[in-house]
């Protein structure tokens, strides 16, 4: 059984940082693209970042310059350094995966949610 647990998160002031990890358990399966959503109260969830199993990524607009996505394969764990950090960064930050498995094929998965609040 596939499960992402996510850590980091928190409470953080404007211009702070703060780094989320998420870590994909199980075995027999092979991990795709990874990303990180979030989703602010009364908003839509919306793609923060993504990183392809070669590395290659790609950010929403407003977080270019201030967010880095990366993965480490052998620890089949993705981050999210978050920098500069804002108040309308304010969300609960999702973790999303495309895992194969030979029971389930390809499908999406996701983590259970982090909080993170950025104060002015």
């Known amino acids: 059984q596939v499960q992402l647990v996510e850590s980091g998160g928190g409470l953080a002031q404007a211009g702070g940082s703060l780094r989320l990890s998420c870590a994909a358990s199980?075995?027999?399966?092979?991990?795709?693209?990874m990303a990180w959503y979030r989703q602010a109260p009364g908003k839509q969830r919306e793609l923060v970042a993504i990183?392809?199993?070669?590395?290659?990524?790609n950010y929403a607009d407003s977080v270019k310059g201030r967010f880095t996505i990366s993965r480490d394969n052998a620890k089949n764990t993705v981050y999210l350094q978050m920098n500069s950090l804002k108040p309308e960064d304010t969300a609960v930050y999702y973790c999303?995966?495309?895992?194969?498995?030979?029971?389930?094929?390809?499908?999406?998965?996701w983590g259970q949610g982090t909080q993170v609040t950025v104060s002015s």
């Open positions: 999303n995966a495309e895992i194969m498995t030979w029971y389930s094929g390809l499908r999406a998965y």
């Open positions: 199980g075995s027999d399966r092979t991990i795709d693209n």
């Open positions: 990183i392809t199993s070669s590395g290659s990524t």
